[in-house]
């Protein structure tokens, strides 16, 4: 079993759209959730962040944080065609060491 | 002020020659992590490295890969005697400390390497 996992889509939704992109972990030790879209043949860069369980948001993303269910997910808002991404989802017990999901491609259509 | 900067974009090279990828962290960055990354995959932690010291080096294969990162110049990633299977996207990352939350990593663009 992967420690972080996400259901790899493709999902596609329509401009306007709230998209929640979801991921589950297996580890119960990681702390720290984070949350990085990558845009084809470019590096990850960090979207959100959040080590309590709730909601954190962020303009138009929300990132959720359930420690008990060991789940997190990420709602976009008013999804645009810029979002059409990888978004990876990473976890972390603390310190350097950060475990990846495959992540989820999303498309928005215009 | 430069981000994370990976040399080259694209590498081709034959099975059994040597590939060296370069990273140059951000600026004020001294930790410097190496990940690989395959189709259909996540990103699989290799190596971190600080200012002439491997910290962790527990997801590099013991064969034919290794890293530095010197006093002077970018961190490196040589991999000797290359397969078909080394053909993936290799991503630095930089931090200014050996923290992976907060501010997170900040990613280069990667290298993509593929082995004929």
């Known amino acids: 079993q992967k420690e972080v996992e996400q259901d790899p889509g493709p999902l596609s939704v329509p401009e306007g759209a709230i998209v929640s992109l979801n991921c589950t972990y297996s580890n119960s030790a990681f702390q720290y959730f984070m949350w990085y879209r990558q845009y084809s043949r470019k590096g990850p860069e960090l979207l959100m962040y959040?080590?309590?369980?709730g909601n954190k948001e962020d303009g138009r993303f929300t990132a959720q944080l359930n420690k008990a269910s060991q789940y997190v997910s990420l709602l976009i808002r008013d999804s645009q065609p810029s979002d059409s991404a990888t978004y990876l989802c990473a976890a972390t017990t603390g310190g350097f060491k950060t475990i990846f999901g495959a992540g989820t491609r999303l498309f928005v259509k215009a | 002020n430069a981000g994370v900067m990976q040399n080259p974009r694209h590498l081709v090279r034959r099975r059994g020659q040597e590939a060296r990828l370069r990273c140059s962290p951000m600026?004020?960055?001294?930790?410097v992590y190496w990940y690989r990354q395959l189709p259909e995959e996540g990103l699989k932690f290799m190596v971190y490295l600080q200012k002439e010291n491997i910290i962790d080096e527990s997801g590099m294969p013991k064969e034919r890969f290794s890293a530095e990162f010197p006093k002077e110049g970018p961190s490196i990633l040589r991999i000797q005697q290359v397969v078909r299977g080394d053909s993936a996207a290799y991503f630095c990352a930089s931090s200014p400390n050996g923290e992976a939350t907060g501010y997170g990593y900040t990613f280069g663009s990667g290298t993509r390497l593929t082995v004929v």
């Open positions: 959040t080590y309590s369980s």
């Open positions: 600026k004020g960055h001294s930790h």
